[in-house]
């Protein structure tokens, strides 16, 4: 059974600190990877893809990495703002054309 | 550019009836997945459609139905409702299958009754 977990479910970090997210999968046969961001009552944007061949992917204050060896990907937040508050999500698509979403990390950012 | 449209924002329906949700995808992209999300199970695969054809399903009954048109529009059909299946129905378009960034609507919120 594919297994997309994400730690920590729950992190509240004041404003300004620089922060990691973890999503650990368990089937290496991954064809892409990508994180996105869930506000309240909201549907889910997106922030970074990454494809099987890449190891990362950077947009301003977000940086995402892949490691399919190990089955991880990280997404880095520097210098947190209030507005990064939300529920990140990545989603794991794989080479059968199949989409798991991990457990989501809830985070807050203190003012 | 409009993005992911999904109608109705909100319904609330009573056991043993269906409903059908519907999703327009951005202009341009053919490929329409459609998830469930529940507060105990997280986010979960219903199906995915593509040039009109349903490419993939997840671990869902039979209950749970989907097409699309020509135009790429897509629905979702449940039919005989019941309380578990109140959740947030999400639509995500894709210019094609694999490899491309997915977009996602605001949702559609179901509530069983």
């Known amino acids: 059974k594919q297994e997309v977990t994400q730690i920590p479910a729950a992190l509240s970090v004041p404003e300004g600190e620089n922060l990691v997210l973890n999503c650990s999968f368990t089937d290496s046969a991954i064809y892409n990877l990508q994180w996105f961001r869930q506000d309240p009552g909201k549907g889910l944007t997106s922030l970074l893809l990454i494809q099987s061949s890449q190891r990362e992917q950077t947009s301003g204050r977000l940086n995402a990495s892949l490691d399919k060896s190990s089955g991880r990907s990280t997404l880095y937040i520097a210098a947190s703002q209030p507005g990064d508050s939300a529920t990140y999500l990545c989603k794991k698509e794989n080479t059968g054309n199949q989409f798991y979403f991990g457990t989501g990390t809830s985070l807050t950012v203190i003012p | 550019k409009a993005g992911v449209t999904q109608t109705p924002r909100y319904l609330i329906k009573t056991r043993g009836q269906q409903v059908t949700l519907s999703c327009s995808p951005i202009?341009?992209?053919?490929?329409v997945s459609w998830y469930q999300q529940t507060p105990g199970q997280g986010l979960q695969f219903l199906f995915e459609?593509?040039?009109?054809?349903?490419?993939n399903k997840g671990n869902f009954p039979g209950r749970f139905s989907g097409r699309q048109f020509s135009n790429s529009r897509s629905e979702m059909n449940v039919s005989t409702l019941e309380l578990g299946d109140s959740a947030l129905y999400l639509c995500a378009s894709s210019w094609t299958r694999g490899d491309t960034e997915a977009f996602f609507g605001q949702g559609t919120r179901l509530t069983v009754v």
């Open positions: 202009s341009g992209h053919r490929s």
């Open positions: 459609y593509f040039s009109e054809t349903q490419r």
